[in-house]
């Protein structure tokens, strides 16, 4: 079955670590997407992708980076300048344009 | 700057109660909306979504909402709500390729 993967579902990292988090869909859907989600503040988002080798920074991309290789996948890096990194991350992809979005199970990410 | 706004975060209804979830949204032109839910630790799935054409959406498990253009809403109900309706609730906000603009979300709880 078609559907957006993302690994690993819990990833704890020591402060000042870099951390990947794997986000590959069998969709094959065009646009792929990062959120970060926090309690009371709703899903917002850190990068998106419409295609493939390029991206934009969505409302809180400092502290993060990502790329996009292969249009299955869209990785997000955690980078130690990411002041407050632990949060659970939802990826989600699309075929473009505003048909909705499939979301993966969501990483959850905690900086000990 | 689009805007999405539920103005509930939490609402708690009797088990085969009626329900509505309220959705305001700030956009330029005619949006594409939707709602998803998300149960806990989870990833988002879609409800139903509005493009054009009937006011009145149906959705998946039961769920309806309309859209009210005059009053910039976009508001989801379900007739008897069951103890398995109890997630979070998120509106979403779009427009041509831009990424959907997310509320923050309502918390139901379904008690006995």
Redesign the interface.
């Given at each position: 079955d078609g559907g957006i993967t993302?690994s690993p579902k819990y990833l704890f990292r020591k402060e000042g670590q870099n951390v990947t988090l794997s986000c590959e869909q069998n969709l094959n859907h065009d646009?792929m997407?990062w959120?970060r989600q926090d309690p009371?503040?709703?899903?917002r988002?850190i990068y998106?992708s419409?295609i493939v080798n390029d991206f934009q920074k969505?409302d809180i991309a400092e502290g993060y980076s990502v790329s996009r290789e292969k249009k299955e996948s869209f990785p997000l890096t955690v980078t130690s300048a990411q002041k407050n990194p632990t949060a659970?991350y939802?990826c989600?992809s699309s075929t473009?344009?505003?048909?909705?979005?499939?979301?993966?199970?969501?990483t959850?990410l905690t900086v000990v | 700057a689009q805007s999405v706004t539920q103005p509930d975060i939490h609402i708690t209804v009797s088990e085969g109660a009626s329900l509505e979830l309220r959705c305001n949204y700030s956009y330029g032109a005619t949006p594409y909306l939707f709602w998803y839910v998300q149960s806990p630790g989870q990833g988002l799935q879609l409800l139903l979504k509005y493009f054009s054409g009937d006011t009145l959406v149906q959705g998946i498990k039961g769920f309806e909402a309309e859209f009210k253009r005059s009053q910039s809403s976009f508001n989801l109900r379900k007739p008897s709500v069951h103890w398995s309706d109890a997630a979070e609730y998120f509106c979403a906000v779009g427009e041509g390729n831009t990424p959907l603009v997310f509320g923050k979300g309502t918390r139901l709880s379904v008690i006995a």
């Open positions: 993302q646009a997407y959120y009371g503040q709703g899903l988002l998106y419409q969505g659970f939802l989600a473009g344009g505003a048909v909705g979005y499939t979301f993966g199970s969501g959850r | -």
